[in-house]
């Protein structure tokens, strides 16, 4: 019996041998191992091969598994963290700040003579900078014009619009390229709008806000919004331009596409959709598709909806210098010359969407409207978020009464006040149960900030 | 009583019955295992047996997941945790069937009391200390919580209570310490209880899923039941590699209950029954 | 035994100071400290300390729609520790014979339960599959070949039960009557646990029945049901008591490993029973102080059942 557990013991002592060696070291060979949690976008491995070529003394790998933004911050305090990590919006940056893991790099860029304000889109910069500190560079830059099918276009005489140009102007060119086949159904439709997915920029062109500045109350009952979602409903009702709801179910089951709108305006029954320069990666499969690219109408403000993602360090990793390569090589040529070409929106320099390379693409000689793209950036910006209300419940609740609105269930009207209602009762529950932010939502109204 | 024409008869009915009715049983593994030898195209059809017999598959497997290394790791785990809890619980065990000492019926109590909260109580504010204590993702974190539980000191006090104090009376007669008790006397007799809980022991972490499943970030340390996890969502629907990879990892199961079964059945029963 | 009662308490200490350490380290503190983070809303990013909110976490679950719809998934899942109880209690019958070989079938049995684990459940979700699985296409031929204008059920797919709960609110319709996820978890569930554990109990009661019962009851000219009836199920009345308790005890915080690894809680949240539920709060959103409140709640229910079913087994296997 003595014997056997001493046999047990060094066995097991043999094997802890066997599995320590096997842990993977954070240098191998001189080179060092940093990880990079973000989603599985093909793209990205174009992006991160293309960077360890650069960096020989380095090897980036992606983490897909883990990039969920609490398990990074989890992971980080546990010191078992990623070197890079991926934030989508404000509220995520500032949760990872305030957190104490994404490293303030705004001295380290001073050092190497890089300021990011000078050198990326504005509409990324929300996702890296608070406060005016720099945690981080920006992966990429998006924002919304007109995708045009350029056959329809060409089958109905009328040439591709350019802008800047107001919905008003819109209308008599939809109008002309809506078509009524003889048994009195649209074999085609001037324009496809995903109603919810495109509903804060219309309310923004007509002057709305989701939100007051400060974020403490939601205007979606300004009569603004209200007029903006009554003009998507009269695309679909007045001018008839765009499909109703179950009109859109009808194109998606019959073409066979998948309702997705991405695939119903492959489908070929739409003239124009509103979307973004991402969509390529879906629409260069579909050799049949002929497309050209416009502005997107605007009514009294011109602005578009946009989106980004900044990559940001971990603070605590003992790799972070050469983390901070990665945040450097985000901002070189190379790059955002591979995320113009991968068409993963486009690359967040601004200079280098000037590019001959940019302008035309030898891989791609149709795509004659990248002009088109980068212009929208200049008025690209991301959807509005409250610190006093979580924007996967405001999604909810928006979607749901967008979807109510599109279905002819509620008017404009009724439903951006409902959702008013719904938005600002959330945001007095949430202040109710947390003191802390009580205190800030009393402080900003107190010194009219609201 | 001899065996008439009429009893073998009954006899080998019986065994016809018991004989399709466990095949009827296990079908769900003969699917797997033929499934694991046919090529993808044939495992959606309704005829089982594999047109192609690829054995091969199970060498894919090896070359698309690190599959050799989640078996390690998993007995590597599994063993460890088995060790210390066995020796852990027997000497704890003899301390509470053996020797007298203020409180030890309050405290086994205690030890009963606790085998009564549901493990998901204890698991957060143990993920919590091993997030504080930087041990999450590592082979210490996923070892030492695992190695102390209740359950292995009550089984093995039961078992000892059972061996007639008589013994380690004439072993205290001759001078001994109770350390010698316990190694000389107590444990040789108290051998089908400790194969018992190793056996339950190792069963149950080899198997272990929900605290991998939280502790677990990085590839390298990815136990089987996590590997068949990520496997699955990972690789789509390889389905065949998949069935492979699930006889492999329950081929080592079968080969220890088999050998282990009577000890397996009768601790079972034992420690069932006298709880 | 040993000299003195003092006598004995160093020696003791140093027996039980491994396990005992452990011990308290591991699931004694965590008790605690789970009970009071249970009053705090805790969620492990914040630095700082631990913020009281009272009973907050208690109300909240209270009015949770979801917590109302989980506990109901769990109590549904359920339905299947009867029916396995009862396929043991025949299959312990079946294999106490006294048959040349008995065992190697009590070991074919025990197979399923003894492998359960992640590979089954994975096994099962390719036999589950409503278009290539197995089952469908037995059951599909069964229809065809029985001329019966019926549709095999889309199991893991379908939010459908034998109750006709709703999906999103705590209602019954007829809608959703039929086979789906739940059940298919359900009869996984069956098989896995019906030539196992307590398989081996039963068996284990069964050849302590005493001879003479049996004879007594012959002699009194009783026929095969009546034997049962009267001699032997009153016999295994503690066993299956105590299989009872275990099972009420387990089926309560069942349903993790199915939920996690076949249906990720889903179709529509309807397998996502209280131990997914405090999983996802957990370990997904890290709402610690909010799980560990629900896990509590957990805790109080399991001690309730086991207290009535004690009460009323103590009352009926008193004779």
Redesign the interface.
Known sequence: MKQFILYTFLGLMALTVVAWALIPRRVVDGKVALTWTSDDNPARRGQITLFNQEHPKLKLTLDPDNSDMEKVIVQSIAGVGPDLFDSYDPLQLTAYVKSGIAWDITDELKKRGIDVNKTVWDVTKPDIELDGRVYGCPTNASGNALWCNKDLFDKAGVPIPKGPWQWRQFIPVAKKLTVIDPTGRNSQYGILIDWTGDWEQFCRQWGGHLYSPNGTKCTLDSPQCVAAVQFMSDLVNKYKVAPSASEQETMATAGGWGSGTISLFEGGHFATAIGGRWWLCTMRTEPSLHLAACECPYQDVQVYMGGAKGTLINKNSPYREQALDFSLYELSKPYNDLINHQADAMGPVIKYCYSPEFMHDPSYPDEIYNDVWRDALKYSVQGQISPYMNPVEQNLITTAEIQLVESGDKTAAEAMHDAAAKINAEIQQNISRDPALKARYDREIEQGRP | MASTPKKRTFAALNHTFLFVMSLTFLAPFLWMVLASFKPLTEVEQLNPWPKHWMPQNYAEVFRQVPFAKYYFNSVFIAAWTTFLQVVTSAMAAFAFARLKWPGRDTVFKLYLGTMMIPGVVTMIPNYAIMVKMHLLDSYLGLIVPASFTAFGTFLLRQFMLTIPPALDEAAAIDGARPWTVFVDVILPLARPGLITLAILSFMGNYGSFFWPLILIKSQYLRTLPIGMLFFDSTYGRETNLIMAASVMNIIPMIILFVSTQKYLVSGIQLGAVKG | ??KK??G??L??????A???I??L???????I??LV?AFT?WN????GPLKF?GF?NFIDLAHDENFHLYMLNTIYMMIGIPISIAGSLGLAL?LS?K????VI????????S???????M??????YNP??G?IN?ILN?FFSAAHVAGHAPDWLLSTRNLFGMDVEHVRFTSKQFGLGARDAIIIMGV?MG??G?NM??Y???LTNVPEDLYEAAKIDGAAKWALFKNVTWPQLAPTTF?ISVISL?GG??AG??QA??MTQGGPANTTTTI?YY??SQ?????K?GY??AI??V??VI??VM?IINWKLGNRESAY
Do not use: C
Not at chain 3, 105 to 112: H, K, S
Not at chain 3, 114 to 120: D, E, I, K, N, P
Not at chain 3, 122 to 127: E, S, V
């Open positions: 035994m040993m009662n003092k004995d308490l020696p003791a200490l140093g027996f039980i491994p396990n005992f452990g011990f380290i591991f699931t004694v503190g965590p008790v400290f789970s983070v809303s492990l990013e914040e630095p909110v907050g079946l014979q048959l040349k070989g008995i079938y009590r070991t074919l049995f025990y197979l399923p003894f492998t359960s684990g992640v590979a089954l994975i096994l099962w979700i390719n036999l278009e290539f197995p296409s031929s098989w019906l030539g554990n081996l109990l068996l284990a009661a105590f005890i309560f915080q993790f490993e996690r690894v131990s405090i999983y957990a370990f997904e959103q890290f610690m799980a560990s896990s509590w957990l805790f399991i001690s086991t």
